[in-house]
């Protein structure tokens, strides 16, 4: 994980500054510059629009009692798309965009949500956290009389009708 952030601190400038040179080869050096800094207004204007639209369904679905984990992953990618169109770039300007249309934070919203592991049984995620935190593995696999849950202690009586007759 390391070096791949490293690979993208050293490879995003250098894409960029190629893709600088195509541009200003094409359309000459003016219009690139305006570009960016047209780009870099958009990135402060767009997530203030955006984030209060996202904000409201926030609040909206917290006062309803839902779980807006959608929502604030939306309002993920519109913070990551700011910051993206502040970055001067061709190509961190386009991915910015993109993370501004709803239908494209969808689809990245459900390839996320295909990695993470929502271990149900256990009540956590992925499949160390099953419950108990002083045991790294969670609970023992056969801990429940299913064989597949946490023992829960509890105390009974046994139910004899032939007895309660008899009384």
């Given at each position: 994980m390391p070096l791949l952030f490293l690979l993208l601190f050293i490879g995003t400038p250098i894409v960029e500054i190629a893709v600088f040179i195509q541009a200003g080869d094409l359309i000459g050096l003016w219009p690139t510059l305006a570009i960016v800094l047209i780009t870099g207004l958009e990135g402060t204007t767009l997530p203030r629009e955006q984030g209060y639209g996202v904000f409201g369904r926030i609040r909206a679905?917290?006062?309803?009692?839902?779980?807006?984990?959608?929502?604030?992953?939306?309002?993920?990618?519109?913070?990551?798309?700011?910051?993206?169109?502040?970055?001067p770039g061709f190509v961190t300007d386009s991915i910015g965009f993109l993370l501004f249309l709803p239908p494209f934070r969808r689809l990245i919203a459900g390839l996320v949500a295909r990695r993470v592991t929502v271990n149900v049984r256990g009540g956590g995620f992925g499949p160390t956290s099953h419950g108990d935190p002083r045991r790294p593995g969670g609970y023992p696999p056969h801990g429940g009389p299913g064989g597949n849950g946490p023992v829960i202690d509890g105390e009974y009586e046994t139910i004899d009708p032939e007895r309660d007759k008899l009384r």
């Open positions: 679905r917290v006062g309803a009692g839902e779980p807006s984990l959608f929502e604030m992953f939306e309002g993920l990618c519109i913070f990551a798309a700011g910051l993206l169109l502040l970055t």
